[in-house]
C-alpha cells in the first residue's frame, strides 16, 4: 500500500510523461524501420537469441504487384486467423515443479508440449492451405498470424516457411500480423504493443518477408485505440469484426459500406455483407479460426488444436474448400485480397464513409460478452481452476517490473561494458516471456489447466527473474535501491529504500456501491486527499458449502453516458454516449488497461489494475457499472479502486500514473 500511496501523491503534480508522448507521436518512425522506432522500444529489441540473431533483410511493406482492374465488381475474400499458442503451453504441460498433466487427462496427448502443438498447427492447419492458393496462382488471400509464428517456422520449418515466402512474393498471400504472441492486447498498455510490433517487424525482416498492412489480430480485438495504433504504426486498413459491430450497433446488419474511415485510416468490416447500391458485390470464402478448414469436421463442428492427435489434415476438406474457390471464380468472382479489393474500390471512386462511434470489444462479442470471457467470465475446461483476476493482474505486476527494468538498462548499461550485454539480452528474454503470458489463453475463452498455469507460473517466473536481473544492476552499480519513474524515464539508484506509507482515514462512502458475493465481504472507504478516496472491496475466504466463485463490485452511473480510454490509448479519455449505440445485448464490456472509467457528474472510479483486472461492464438501461468476478480464487483477497471527483485531465493523470506509469521503488 505504501508504493500505491506514493504513486498516487505522485500522480497529482506530475506533467505529461515524456516516454508516453514520444511513443505516441512516432508514427514516421513507427512506420519505417525496427531501427527507427523510439528509443525505448528498440532497447527492447537486442540482444537477440541467436536463432534469430542474423539480420539479412531491411523490414518492408507489402506492395501490389498487380495493376487496378476498375471494370471488376465481384470480389471473393478470405481471412485465414491462424494462432500459433491456439493451445498455449502445449497440451501436455510441465508445471513448475516438474509434474505434467495432460489436457482431458487422455494418454493420446502424451508428447504434445508446447512445440509439438505448434507444429501440428504449422504441419496439418497451415501448411495445406497453402499448397491450395500455391496450386492456383491467380487466386490471392489473407493469412493472419503471429510474428512468432514465423521465427517458429524459420527454426522448425523452413519448407512451409518457403513456400510461404513464395506467395508473398507473388502477389497471393498479404501476411497480417500486429503482435508477436498471441496477446490480449487491449488489456495492457501501448508500450507492451510497441514493443511486440518491433519484435513482429524484426522476425519478417529475418525471414526477408515483408509485412501487409491489413491489420486483423488475436480474438479479432478491435476499437478506436487499435485504429489508431495501426495508422500510427505504418499499417493502411483494420478489418472490424461484423460481430462486434452488430453488437454496438444492431441496426446495422448487411448494410455495411464497403469502406469506412476510423481514426485517421482505412477499415473494412469482415466478414460484413456490402451495400449493393455501392456498385460492388463481395463474397466471403472464409473468415475464421486457420486451424479448422484443413482438418475434420463433426456434428459439433471441425475439430480444433485441442484435439490435435485426432485432427490430422483431412484432404476431403481441402477439396471442399479448393471446389468452394472454383465455384466462385466461375460465378465471375475475382478472389484476392482485402488490401486489393480496397485499392479496387478507391479505384472505382467509392468513397469511404466515416464510421460510427465504436468501442473495444472482440469478434464474438454475443458469445462471449466482448472481452469479458477473458477478464472475469468463466469457461467450462477449468471450473475451480480459472482465474482470471489472478492471471490478468500478475501480467500488469509482471509487465511493470520488466518496464522498470528496461529503464535500467537504458540508463547504465553504456556504462557497464562487461555486464550490460548480458542484461540486454535477459531483458528482451523477459519482453517476450511478458508477451506469452499476456496470451488470451490463459484466461479465456474456455482455457485448460495448462493454459491457466502456463499464465500463472509464467508470470511468478518473470518476477522471480526481474528481481536476479535488477540485483545485479544495483550490484554493479553499488547501490541498495532504486527509484524508476515509468513517466519519464527517470532513474535513481540510493541508499535509502521505499518511501513509507501514508495514513489512510476511513470516511464515510460519497455514495453507496453494492457487493454480490459467495463469501464474506467487507467495504471501506479512506481518504488519499481532497476528492480523493480508496475504495477497498475486502473478500473473505470462500466457504466450502457456498462457494462457487462470483464476486462483484456495482457502481452508480451518474448520466446516460461513459468515459474511459480505449485499449492502447491511454492519453485520452473520450466520452460515449449510449444514444449513440444501439446494443444488441443491452450491455458492453470493456478493458480499461489504465482502469478508468468516468461515472458522471464529475466522478471516476479508477481499478487498481494490479490487484483488479477485471471488464467494466456498463448497463444500458440500468445506470451502473460493474466488475463481476466468475473465476473468484477461493483464498480471501482485495480489490482496490481509487475514486476521485475532479476534473477529466485529473482523473486520467492519477490513472496513467497508478497503472501505466507509476513510479517503481526497490
Known sequence: MAALLATVACAQTATKPAAAIAADTSAVADSAT???????????????????AAKPCEFEWFSEKQPVDVKRTK?????????????????????????????????????YDDAKTQDYIIDQTLRPILEVFARHPTWGVDIELQGMAIEVMAQRHPKTLELFKKLVDNGQIEPISFHWAAQFFLAFPREDLQRSHALTKQAFANSCIPLGTVVFNQEGQAGPGWQNMLVAGGWKVGVFPKNLWKYQHKNDDGKWWPLYTSE?????????????????????????????????KTAAGPLNPYFAADAPTDPVRVKEYEDELIGLEKAGYFITRIGDYVRHVQAKGIAAKP????????????????????????????????????????NMAA????????RMVDAVAKDHPKEGPGWTT??????????????????????????????????????????????????????????????????????????????EKIVDAPFAVTVTSDRDVKVVWTSVGPNRYRLSVNWAVGQP??????????????????????????????TVKLADLQLTAGELFLPLPNGIIGLGDGWYAIKQVRSVHL?????????????????????????QFLVVKGTAAEALEIANRGNIWPTVHH
Open 34 to 52: 525496427v531501427a527507427d522506432a523510439p528509443a525505448q522500444v528498440a532497447a527492447a529489441d537486442t540482444g537477440w537469441p541467436a536463432d534469430t
Open 75 to 111: 470480389f471473393a475474400l478470405g481471412l485465414f486467423h491462424y494462432n500459433i499458442e491456439y493451445v498455449i503451453g502445449g497440451l501436455e504441460y510441465t508445471k513448475a515443479d516438474g509434474a505434467k498433466i495432460l489436457f482431458l487427462n487422455k494418454a493420446i496427448n502424451k508428447g
Open 264 to 296: 485517421g485510416g482505412l477499415m473494412v468490416v469482415g466478414a460484413g455483407g456490402v451495400d449493393k447500391t455501392s456498385g460492388v458485390d463481395v463474397a466471403w470464402h472464409f473468415f475464421d479460426d486457420g486451424e479448422l478448414r484443413a482438418v475434420a
Open 355 to 394: 464510421a460510427p462511434v465504436l468501442v473495444d470489444g472482440t469478434w464474438q462479442a454475443p458469445s462471449t460478452n466482448s472481452v469479458h470471457k477473458w477478464m472475469g467470465n468463466a469457461g467450462i475446461l477449468a471450473i475451480g481452476v480459472e482465474a482470471d483476476n489472478n492471471v490478468r493482474t500478475g
Open 399 to 406: 509487465r511493470m517490473q520488466v518496464a522498470a527494468l528496461q
Open 426 to 503: 535477459a531483458l528482451a528474454a523477459l519482453w517476450r516471456h511478458v508477451f506469452r503470458v499476456q496470451v488470451s489463453d490463459c484466461s479465456g475463452i474456455n482455457p485448460w489447466e495448462g493454459e491457466i498455469l502456463f499464465g500463472l507460473e509464467g508470470n511468478a517466473e518473470i518476477l522471480a527473474k526481474s528481481a536476479i536481473l535488477r540485483q545485479q544492476i544495483l550490484t554493479a552499480v553499488g547501490k541498495p535501491h532504486v527509484m524508476v519513474d515509468l513517466a519519464n524515464g527517470k532513474v535513481e539508484f540510493t541508499q535509502a529504500g521505499p518511501p513509507e506509507s501514508l495514513a
Open 545 to 574: 458449502d457456498t462457494f462457487y466463485g462470483q464476486t462483484a463490485l456495482t457502481l452508480p452511473r451518474f448520466a446516460d453516458e461513459f468515459a474511459y480510454s480505449p485499449g492502447l490509448l491511454e492519453t485520452e479519455l473520450r
Open 615 to 639: 471488464a467494466a461492464r456498463v448497463a444500458e438501461k440500468d445506470k451502473v457499472v460493474e466488475f463481476i468476478d466468475f473465476t473468484a480464487p477461493k483464498p480471501a483477497h482485495s480489490w
